[in-house]
């Protein structure tokens, strides 16, 4: 004869129930989705600036 502690764990299956706050979280990621941008964006110029001193550099 099973338990009904068993029988109740065997009910909860599936996926975890989400927090009402939850929702707030897609605000922080589209902060971090601007701030990845703005770093990719960055890292880019700084290759370009510092590839083009180098080529500079290198025919002087």
């Known amino acids: 004869m099973p338990s009904k502690r068993h029988?109740?764990?065997s009910?909860?299956?599936g996926a975890?129930?989400?927090h009402r706050y939850?929702?707030?979280?897609?605000?922080g990621t589209r902060f971090d989705r601007w701030l990845d941008r703005l770093?990719?964006?960055a890292v880019i110029?700084?290759?370009l600036v510092g590839g083009s001193a180098l080529i500079v550099s290198l025919m002087l």
């Open 22 to 27: 939850a929702a707030r979280r897609v605000d």
């Open 11 to 13: 009910r909860r299956r």
């Open 16 to 18: 975890t129930r989400r």
């Open 45 to 47: 110029t700084a290759l």
């Open 7 to 9: 029988a109740t764990s």
């Open 39 to 41: 770093v990719t964006l």
